[in-house]
């Protein structure tokens, strides 16, 4: 009974947002993708992710296989915007508005609990050491602003990540984690962004809707959502208003020219934060640019 709800309340949603971005002119010019710090290389699309996830969860059954020990890889969770695929600072076109809004609604009618084919090898002691390692393998690696990672070296999951990824791919992807946390901070306390954000906040209550940061509209939709529960009727009324808002946010962000202020504004935060770090970060995109190739022809539609 469960599903089929959940099945009526996505055909409605679908209904709705394809109603709305019939409605786009197809004469307009693309708005630009929003930017994202040090190029994106910390992203990919979601064909890419669900490749790399296919290839990862192999290779820690490949380790675990060679210990005797049997482990079921993990499918990838899919339904709703991927949060990896929302803009760090907020940024959203007027296509993405159209076509899904902030996600909210979407990922709320998407959301499901993925069963765990491991969950009883897991009470097995030496099934959990082989899979996560152990203490005496400890790796620690200092990251920029005083952070720490750490990784068991013996661990598959950790074996099977440097097959995929490269032995120095998690110390450079944490560093850059860092460095981009950093760069967005930075951002959001330029003037230039600051200024841009007052313009976009003036347009938005002009529309009657109270917004002083570009957090508060994505509130505003997920406070509504958290009051429909799961209620078809309830549900249907936050998703015309998620698009509203959205759309509105979206035409307002173009209004303040936000794309373009943050994009100067990251390009000088860029290179404070980061420095002179350029082959690093060289490295990183090939790394990540060989564990694509690694990864595609493994991956299932």
């Given at each position: 009974?469960?599903?089929?709800?959940?099945?009526?309340?996505?055909?409605?949603?679908?209904?709705?947002?394809?109603?709305?971005g019939c409605s786009q002119s197809g004469g307009t010019t693309p708005?630009?993708?929003?930017?994202?710090?040090?190029?994106?290389?910390?992203?990919?699309?979601?064909?890419?992710?669900?490749?790399?996830?296919?290839?990862?969860?192999?290779?820690v059954a490949d380790c675990m296989r060679r210990h005797g020990l049997?482990?079921?890889?993990?499918?990838?969770?899919?339904?709703?915007?991927?949060?990896?695929?929302?803009?760090?600072?907020?940024?959203?076109?007027?296509?993405?508005?159209?076509?899904?809004?902030?996600?909210?609604?979407?990922?709320?009618?998407?959301?499901?609990?993925?069963?765990?084919?491991?969950?009883?090898?897991?009470?097995?002691?030496?099934?959990?050491?082989?899979?996560?390692?152990?203490?005496?393998?400890?790796?620690?690696?200092?990251?920029?602003?005083?952070?720490?990672?750490?990784?068991?070296?013996?661990?598959?999951?950790?074996?099977?990540?440097?097959?995929?990824?490269?032995?120095?791919?998690?110390?450079?992807?944490?560093?850059?984690?860092?460095?981009?946390?950093?760069?967005?901070?930075?951002?959001?306390?330029?003037?230039?962004?600051?200024?841009?954000?007052?313009?976009?906040?003036?347009?938005?209550?002009?529309?009657?809707?109270?917004?002083?940061?570009?957090?508060?509209?994505?509130?505003?939709?997920?406070?509504?959502?958290?009051?429909?529960?799961?209620?078809?009727?309830?549900?249907?009324?936050?998703?015309?208003?998620?698009?509203?808002?959205?759309?509105?946010?979206?035409?307002?962000?173009?209004?303040?020219?936000?794309?373009?202020?943050?994009?100067?504004?990251?390009?000088?935060?860029?290179?404070?934060?980061?420095?002179?770090?350029?082959?690093?970060?060289?490295?990183?995109?090939?790394?990540?640019t060989a564990a694509l190739r690694r990864a595609t022809p493994s991956?299932?539609?």
């Amino acid at each position: 009974m469960r599903n089929g709800t959940r099945t009526a309340l996505a055909a409605l949603l679908l209904g709705i947002l394809g109603a709305s971005g019939c409605s786009q002119s197809g004469g307009t010019t693309p708005e630009p993708a929003p930017p994202r710090p040090f190029a994106d290389v910390l992203s990919a699309n979601q064909r890419e992710r669900q490749a790399l996830h296919t290839a990862d969860e192999r290779l820690v059954a490949d380790c675990m296989r060679r210990h005797g020990l049997r482990y079921t890889p993990l499918p990838f969770a899919t339904g709703g915007t991927d949060p990896e695929d929302v803009n760090p600072y907020g940024l959203l076109t007027t296509a993405q508005a159209r076509r899904d809004g902030y996600g909210l609604t979407s990922a709320r009618l998407a959301a499901r609990p993925l069963d765990d084919p491991n969950q009883d090898s897991a009470r097995d002691p030496r099934w959990s050491r082989v899979l996560l390692g152990t203490k005496n393998h400890e790796v620690r690696i200092r990251l920029p602003g005083g952070a720490e990672f750490f990784y068991n070296s013996d661990a598959c999951v950790t074996q099977a990540r440097q097959t995929l990824y490269g032995a120095d791919y998690d110390r450079l992807s944490s560093t850059y984690e860092v460095l981009s946390n950093q760069v967005i901070t930075a951002v959001h306390k330029d003037p230039r962004f600051l200024r841009a954000q007052h313009r976009w906040a003036l347009c938005m209550r002009a529309a009657g809707l109270a917004a002083t940061s570009l957090d508060d509209p994505r509130g505003l939709v997920g406070q509504r959502l958290g009051q429909a529960a799961n209620q078809p009727a309830r549900l249907h009324d936050v998703a015309r208003y998620e698009l509203k808002v959205s759309e509105q946010d979206a035409n307002c962000q173009r209004t303040a020219d936000l794309t373009r202020t943050v994009t100067e504004a990251q390009a000088h935060a860029q290179t404070t934060v980061a420095g002179l770090r350029t082959a690093d970060l060289t490295h990183l995109h090939d790394l990540r640019t060989a564990a694509l190739r690694r990864a595609t022809p493994s991956a299932r539609p």
